[in-house]
């Protein structure tokens, strides 16, 4: 009988570590999920400041007066983005708050929970600044490369607008064989 008493603790015991084990789990994934919604909303939200910055300054440069339909679902974006924020942040407090140990004078070392949503954060603060560094080179690129197009597009007027060596017209004569000057 004894032995039996000892089987049963023992299934027990491990039934409960497996239960804490899957509230432990289930509440992380919650955390991760929502703190990566919320990058993702910050993003949406940074976009649409971005955009209407953007709008804003090319209606003040021109000293056109600024064209609701143009801004309002730029502000509503950002708008909407701040709330799911909150929200996806209430859903994180209240996964923290739900988080507790079946037994916690039984658990031989409590997980802190503070301590690996601060790692959570950081690794997700990391992401957004590589993000914003990636964003940063891509726009920088994009420039260069309009640059790049501009000074090719000034070599072909140039090479375009020489004129024919043999016979001084504007461009390369078809009856003689003379090339444009270089």
């Given at each position: 009988m004894a032995l039996n008493d000892s089987l049963e603790a023992l299934k027990s015991f491990v039934a409960e570590a497996a239960q804490a084990a899957a509230r432990v789990t289930k509440n992380a994934a919650a955390v991760t999920k929502s703190n990566i919604n919320i990058l993702t909303e910050q993003d949406k939200q940074k976009k649409a400041?971005?955009?209407?910055?953007?709008?804003?300054y090319r209606d003040y440069i021109t000293g056109e007066e600024p064209d609701d339909a143009e801004y309002l679902p730029l502000c509503e974006a950002i708008t909407e983005a701040a709330k799911n924020i909150e929200a996806l942040r209430g859903e994180v407090e209240t996964a923290k708050a739900n988080f507790k140990p079946a037994k916690e004078e039984e658990a031989e070392e409590p997980v802190n929970f503070e301590e690996e949503?601060?790692?959570?954060?950081?690794?997700?603060?990391?992401l957004g600044e590589n993000l914003a560094k990636?964003?940063?080179?891509?726009?920088?690129?994009?420039?260069?490369?309009?640059?790049?197009e501009q000074a090719v597009d000034a070599v072909f007027e140039v090479v375009d607008d020489s004129p024919c060596a043999a016979c001084e017209t504007p461009e390369a004569?078809?009856?003689?064989?003379?090339?444009?000057?270089e």
């Open positions: 400041y971005l955009e209407l910055g953007k709008l804003y949503l601060e790692n959570l954060h950081k690794e997700l603060d990391e990636l964003e940063k080179v891509e726009a920088e690129a994009s420039e260069k490369l309009e640059d790049v004569c078809e009856g003689c064989e003379a090339k444009p000057e």
